[in-house]
């Protein structure tokens, strides 16, 4: 199965234009590869890297997924291939965790805090963007429990993460 | 948005063999009108209409979703493109039913039955198969109570589901 | 520990006055009982259940559970004395049933019917109340389907299910 | 209502002895008060507390409710009069933070970690137990966002929990 690349991050409250544009070019960068994205459907960081994918000569169609917390599809933001509207409320944080191969988390409030922790529960690498502020930062390269380790990985460039993507996907069976 | 078709009915234990082939003939015709799929993401009926839909012609990459009960991957059958492990066990059947723009049921036991009753609390269409055994047939036609109505609509031939579908989404914008 | 009852029916839309009033009584003699109950939390029998038990003399504090489909207390009837929030919308259903050892269906429309096909998948028997129009009344001493059978009791005096629930929990550790 | 505590921390694996000492002495206390106690039903700090409670002379019946992940009772731990199984896996961690009305947290990993987030998210206060490693002690004091504040209190003694939990309940009605 192709890979699917989740993006965690603050919402619109939290996503300020600097890290609206690092989104809009995320997404651009992960489609051109071929990966399917998966957010909470929202707006700030799930937007920006959802518009970036969408709006890229790269967009492929059915590519952009988005897990809502409401019951029903108007609730997602516009530029969303497929919504699976949970009606879980922000337990739907967790099926967004449970359908990425791999996770990027960007800035970050309580919800991604909670979303890395759950990560961390299930055994999935996050690679923790360290340019903005947030729980992305904060917990780069850290060690959430000491039942695990090398989970919470610090990425800067979006072209580190392209490579660390490869390497990633390079020898596994999805 | 591309319109996603629900399938409900049987799983390994209750699905038999013109149930299966009555399912991989119905995926192939979904996919041939460029309609995605959602399943539970199980055997039997799941299996087969997903199945019918990755072997055929018509195929096209991200058409095949299976929603499963399980927070992993591989519990889903061998014929999907795109798996959300919900970690919810048998709650996930609404999450199926959220997703799908319209349903179809297929004979079915209680799972069917709960999903069929879901539907009708979220206010969705269910073409209901009169052909096989099971509460797709009983409650083709039925009201399940008073609140409202022509919810569960008896269908038989594929030809008929197919048509019933252009008609429904003619003027639908999803 | 001390046996849970749950009760299932219609809420405010679909209970009548004949409903709501054995609802009291029924909460009142399964409170002189001993039992516990479990509800929805909302209105019609929930709450008429609910009501009976608290404004009877055999009243004991902690024994009337609301299990609510929204995140808050507040949402619940005013009848209870430990709501749990679950904040899952009608997913709660699964959970009133999880938590009930035995089940009582009263009336009952779709959500009614949801629960009743869970309770079967969950191998739960459900005393299925023959007095008033509805799910319970028609799937009363019926199969669901062929993987198992006499889960789905016809009964219909208050007494008679007491009479049943001293049967079912003699022989039970819990 | 009677007000509902939440007991957070470290299950059997992140639960040393001194921990599991400072549950049963906390139980206990809380019962004391007329409390009732919440927790995820399972070992560690969710055991000790539970069985604080239960073996004190100020336990009374009703008083200790455990949400597990499960969708069967047997799962809970056996100091425990309620048991509600969910069936939703870890994503029960959510329905404990609804059902308290303030939450005590004890060391913990990255599931105590997630249930903290939830908390704030929800406006739930935690206290937050600093003597011993973990979430707790060092997110005491902490702000998980700048969206709220003053949310997790660094508490220590648990005499100091009781005076805390009397101001927090004198003023306000469940």
Redesign the interface.
């Known amino acids: 199965?192709?890979p699917?690349i989740g993006i965690i991050g603050g919402g619109k409250?939290?996503c300020n234009k600097d890290i609206y544009e690092y989104g809009l070019e995320l997404g651009h960068s992960l489609l051109a590869q071929g990966y399917?994205i998966v957010t909470g459907g929202k707006g700030g960081i799930m937007e920006a890297v959802s518009r970036g994918g969408m709006d890229s000569e790269s967009y492929f169609?059915?590519?952009i997924?988005a897990?809502v917390p409401e019951?029903?599809?108007k609730s997602a933001n516009d530029f969303?291939?497929?919504?699976?509207?949970?009606?879980?409320?922000?337990?739907r944080n967790?099926?967004v965790v449970?359908?990425a191969d791999i996770l990027i988390a960007i800035g970050g409030?309580?919800?991604t805090?909670?979303e890395i922790?759950?990560a961390?529960?299930?055994n999935k690498t996050v690679l923790c963007v360290d340019e903005f502020e947030?729980w992305a930062k904060q917990l780069a390269n850290q060690n959430?429990?000491?039942?695990k380790s090398n989970l919470l990985i610090r990425v800067n460039e979006i072209d580190d993460i392209i490579d660390i993507l490869k390497d990633f996907f390079q020898n596994r069976t999805?």
Not at 80 to 91: A, E, K, S, Y
Not at 144 to 147: P, S, T
């Open positions: 199965m192709r699917i409250e939290l399917r169609e059915g590519s997924i897990i019951d029903n599809k969303c291939d497929i919504v699976i509207p949970t009606g879980l409320g922000i337990n967790i099926v449970n359908t409030g309580a919800g805090l909670s922790a759950f961390w529960q299930k947030g959430i429990d000491n039942r999805l």
